[in-house]
């Protein structure tokens, strides 16, 4: 899971045509619309990522007009477009911070800032409502009203989240590596995790918590009865396995691929007694025991030569519905190992060759042809200058 907000350097300037009164900086490998003159290269400054909420403070109120949201009391911080130019974070000077100029850069200032993680699922805990069908009787409110609904218990700490690394974060450190990937389209919907407790009781989870019967979760575990081919799945294999992937369908994500009912498609497994991911053929193997469908597979291949070239590469259509746009690509390397960012430890033990993943994995989402960098929804914007107009608003699971 990606910092907030850290000390950074502006690596480029570059103007936008037409454009007089701003211009294109590259931070941390991403786009941000600047004031023109207000920064220039190898300058230190402050950046914002995606997901980010900015509290209420005097030097935040050039925000209030298009990113306030008095449900999370604060700046939510989301993709902005203008001119052609893509921005996708915030770019903010040192001096909000009265030690700035000491500090080295990776030096993360999110707290000292006051900016909290845009989460809706943590914003709005999801309780487990399989029961309050019950409370239209009198005689059962009487009996059970006083009650209060199980609040749903936390995501398991061995098993990773779907929390892919995005290109421009990563890129410093696979552009020089020789490793084969596989690539998948990117679906949209929301994330889904089952898994059996070792008494044989399937667990469902959101991207954060468990879900219980309740939602598109418990609706996909009942269509295609999860329970039983997972059992069937142990049986086999003698492994209990906790498979994650992606829901599709009516009432998500404005069903884009205008499917007639949810469905359900596996991106990744893993080990659940051990947290090691299986391998790509491992997955296949275990979609093809269980009967699942899989994310869609695009191709094999090597990783291109700029970042710029990997991102054009992520535009194209769906495989599931006709003149539909992907949302993007997934890119999972092969057996060998890719070093991980030492500041982002895996959430599980370390697989054999310790400090390294087995499966780093780069999104590239796009939506209504503009090119995002992830699932979640990011902005941004241009410090007192010129805000640009807010995109429709759409994320993943």
Same mark, same amino acid.
């Given at each position: 899971?990606?910092?907030?907000?850290?000390?950074?350097?502006?690596?480029?300037?570059?103007?936008?045509?037409?454009?007089?009164?701003?211009?294109?900086?590259?931070?941390?490998?991403?786009?941000?619309?600047?004031?023109?003159?207000?920064?220039?290269?190898?300058?230190?400054?402050?950046?914002?990522?995606?997901?980010?909420?900015?509290?209420?403070?005097?030097?935040?109120?050039?925000?209030?007009?298009?990113?306030?949201?008095?449900?999370?009391?604060?700046?939510?911080?989301?993709?902005?477009?203008?001119?052609?130019?893509?921005?996708?974070?915030?770019?903010?000077?040192?001096?909000?911070?009265?030690?700035?100029?000491?500090?080295?850069?990776?030096?993360?200032?999110?707290?000292?800032?006051?900016?909290?993680?845009?989460?809706?699922?943590?914003?709005?805990?999801?309780?487990?409502?399989?029961?309050?069908?019950?409370?239209?009787?009198?005689?059962?409110?009487?009996?059970?009203?006083?009650?209060?609904?199980?609040?749903?218990?936390?995501?398991?700490?061995?098993?990773?989240?779907?929390?892919?690394?995005?290109?421009?974060?990563?890129?410093?450190?696979?552009?020089?590596?020789?490793?084969?990937?596989?690539?998948?389209?990117?679906?949209?919907?929301?994330?889904?995790?089952?898994?059996?407790?070792?008494?044989?009781?399937?667990?469902?989870?959101?991207?954060?918590?468990?879900?219980?019967? &309740?939602?598109?979760? %418990?609706? *996909?575990? #009942?269509?295609?009865?999860?329970?039983? !081919?997972?059992?069937? /799945?142990?049986?086999?294999?003698?492994?209990?396995?906790?498979?994650?992937?992606?829901?599709?369908?009516?009432?998500?994500?404005?069903?884009?691929?205008?499917?007639?009912?949810?469905?359900?498609?596996?991106?990744?497994?893993?080990?659940?007694?051990?947290?090691?991911?299986?391998?790509?053929?491992?997955?296949?193997?275990?979609?093809?025991?269980?009967?699942?469908?899989?994310?869609?597979?695009?191709?094999?291949?090597?990783?291109?030569?700029?970042?710029?070239?990997?991102?054009?590469?992520?535009?194209?259509?769906?495989?599931?519905?006709?003149?539909?746009?992907?949302?993007?690509?997934?890119? &999972?390397?092969?057996? %060998?190992? *890719?070093? #991980?960012?030492?500041?982002?430890?895996? !959430?599980?033990?370390? /697989?054999?060759?310790?400090?390294?993943?087995?499966?780093?994995?780069?999104?590239?989402?796009?939506?209504?042809?503009?090119?995002?960098?992830?699932?979640?929804?990011?902005?941004?914007?241009?410090?007192?200058?010129?805000?640009?107009?807010?995109?429709?608003?759409?994320?993943?699971?």
């Amino acid at each position: 899971m990606h910092d907030l907000a850290t000390v950074s350097v502006i690596q480029e300037i570059q103007p936008i045509e037409g454009k007089d009164r701003i211009v294109l900086a590259t931070v941390e490998n991403y786009h941000s619309i600047v004031q023109k003159g207000e920064f220039k290269p190898g300058d230190k400054v402050i950046y914002v990522y995606y997901d980010a909420i900015l509290p209420v403070r005097p030097e935040f109120e050039f925000l209030r007009k298009r990113c306030w949201s008095e449900k999370l009391k604060g700046f939510r911080i989301r993709p902005m477009k203008m001119g052609g130019a893509i921005s996708e974070g915030l770019v903010l000077p040192l001096s909000l911070l009265s030690d700035g100029d000491s500090l080295p850069v990776g030096t993360v200032v999110a707290e000292a800032l006051g900016i909290r993680r845009y989460d809706p699922e943590l914003q709005s805990p999801r309780q487990d409502t399989r029961k309050r069908w019950w409370m239209r009787y009198p005689a059962i409110r009487r009996l059970f009203g006083s009650i209060k609904p199980h609040l749903a218990e936390g995501y398991p700490s061995l098993i990773p989240k779907s929390d892919e690394e995005n290109i421009e974060r990563c890129w410093d450190r696979i552009s020089s590596l020789d490793c084969e990937y596989i690539i998948t389209e990117k679906m949209e919907g929301c994330a889904a995790m089952y898994v059996l407790g070792k008494g044989g009781r399937l667990h469902s989870y959101s991207h954060n918590r468990e879900a219980g019967d &309740s939602g598109c979760w %418990g609706e *996909i575990a #009942r269509t295609l009865d999860i329970r039983s !081919r997972l059992r069937k /799945l142990r049986k086999q294999i003698r492994r209990r396995i906790a498979i994650e992937g992606e829901i599709c369908g009516p009432g998500i994500q404005k069903n884009i691929y205008h499917f007639p009912k949810l469905r359900f498609f596996l991106y990744s497994a893993y080990d659940a007694d051990t947290g090691k991911a299986l391998t790509y053929t491992e997955l296949c193997a275990i979609a093809a025991i269980m009967g699942i469908e899989q994310v869609p597979f695009i191709r094999r291949g090597k990783a291109f030569g700029s970042v710029e070239t990997m991102l054009a590469d992520a535009e194209g259509l769906s495989l599931h519905g006709k003149d539909i746009p992907r949302e993007g690509l997934v890119w &999972s390397h092969l057996p %060998g190992g *890719i070093p #991980r960012n030492p500041q982002y430890p895996p !959430r599980g033990p370390c /697989l054999e060759n310790g400090g390294w993943i087995s499966a780093l994995q780069v999104q590239i989402t796009l939506i209504q042809g503009m090119v995002r960098r992830m699932t979640t929804c990011s902005m941004a914007s241009c410090h007192g200058a010129i805000l640009l107009p807010a995109p429709s608003s759409s994320s993943s699971g």
